[in-house]
């Protein structure tokens, strides 16, 4: 398997724009798990799904953040309309969650600057 | 609220000796804790783990502790090498709860010096 697959790794936009980001997850992975990443709070949970379904997105930081996930082989990260402070490194990472896989497998990240 | 913290930013360690990276957590619910690695233009990847039933676990550079009572887990590696530079970060789930999760850190900038 190729990993988790995000695209595009770096997007530069102006403020206002909307922003797509787009994660392939491993086969077979039920869960599915956006972060961001910024030097301040590290490793930030933003949404994660289970079977396609958003389970919990207390972690998204506002209403101009929304995620789907239409089938087991996609999901998209939008930010409309983008500001500056949206600037940070964006991960998707996926996981089996079974009893013996309990870590998440993380793609390379898409590096998000809003100008 | 960061319910896991790692509070030194960087450590600077000389290759051949022991490095040390800590991390505290807050929710008493958390019972299983790992380590990843990142290093610059890569996502993190999987180190090494513990559940809470264990204070211990050892792969083979690798050696993680944890102590409930203190609610503070430790990456011990050594020897340190070179490729060991990289940013670390502890995360924590809550699996008893059903929480399919991971919490983390902010991470530490680990520099092996040759």
């Known amino acids: 398997d190729a990993g988790v697959i995000q695209s595009p790794r770096h997007e530069v936009t102006e403020m206002g724009q909307e922003v797509t980001l787009r994660c392939k997850p491993i086969s077979g992975h039920d869960y599915l798990f956006w972060y961001r990443q910024t030097m301040m709070r590290g490793l930030e949970l933003l949404i994660y799904?289970?079977?396609?379904?958003?389970?919990?997105d207390s972690g998204m930081p506002e209403d101009r953040f929304s995620a789907k996930m239409p089938n087991a082989s996609f999901s998209t990260l939008k930010i409309q309309p983008s500001e500056p402070r949206d600037s940070a490194v964006y991960f998707c990472?996926?996981?089996?969650?079974?009893?013996?896989?309990?870590?998440?497998?993380f793609g390379q990240g898409t590096r998000l600057t809003v100008v | 609220d960061q319910q896991v913290k790692q509070n030194s930013p960087s450590l600077s360690v000389q290759e051949g000796r022991i490095s040390i990276l800590n991390c505290d957590y807050t929710?008493?619910?958390?019972?299983?804790f790992l380590w990843y690695k990142k290093y610059p233009a890569e996502g993190p990847t999987f180190l090494i783990s513990?559940?809470?039933?264990?204070d211990k676990n050892e792969d083979g550079r690798f050696t993680v502790f944890l102590n409930k009572s203190a609610k503070h887990l430790s990456l011990h590696i050594v020897p340190s090498q070179p490729g060991d530079s990289a940013v670390y970060f502890c995360a924590a789930s809550a699996q008893r709860q059903g929480a399919q999760k991971l919490v983390f850190g902010q991470g530490t900038r680990l520099t092996i010096n040759p």
């Open positions: 799904f289970n079977n396609n379904v958003p389970i919990d």
């Open positions: 929710n008493s619910m958390f019972d299983y």
């Open positions: 990472a996926s996981s089996p969650w079974d009893r013996l896989n309990t870590e998440a497998f």
């Open positions: 513990i559940s809470s039933i264990k």
